[in-house]
């Protein structure tokens, strides 16, 4: 069973940064799709980065693209999310995930079969 455990997330003044850093465990095989999503309160979930095609590409929503980063060790089974720039806006709680197919983001995102249990973001004005 995998589990993906999340870290890192905290409050920061705007224009702050944090690394979000989302630890995998119990695979069984290498996850073609792993992806960050956030929900803020009385919002639909956003997906705001992935890593697809086994981390050959990568997808940033064009809220975050420019001021997001993500980026995988492979050695510790770990995915990061670097967040420069930070607004009040980006406040949310901030999700990892995983899944097996990752031909696309459209493809990666409706398979996701594994999530962490979220870690908070809360920038400040």
């Known amino acids: 069973q995998v589990q993906l455990v999340e870290s890192g997330g905290g409050s920061v003044q705007a224009g702050g940064s944090l690394t979000l850093s989302c630890a995998a465990s119990g695979y069984t095989s290498r996850r073609s799709c792993m992806a960050w999503f956030r929900q803020a309160p009385g919002k639909e979930r956003e997906g705001v980065a992935a890593?697809?095609?086994?981390?050959?590409?990568?997808y940033y929503s064009e809220s975050v693209k420019g001021r997001f980063a993500i980026s995988q060790d492979n050695a510790k089974n770990t995915v990061y999310l670097q967040m420069n720039s930070l607004k009040p806006e980006d406040t949310a709680m901030y999700y990892c995930?995983?899944?097996?197919?990752?031909?696309?983001?459209?493809?990666?995102?409706?398979?996701?079969?594994?999530w962490g249990q979220g870690s908070l973001v809360t920038v400040s004005s």
């Open positions: 890593l697809y095609t086994g981390g050959a590409r990568i």
């Open positions: 995930a995983a899944g097996r197919e990752g031909s696309s983001w459209y493809a990666c995102r409706r398979a996701l079969d594994a």
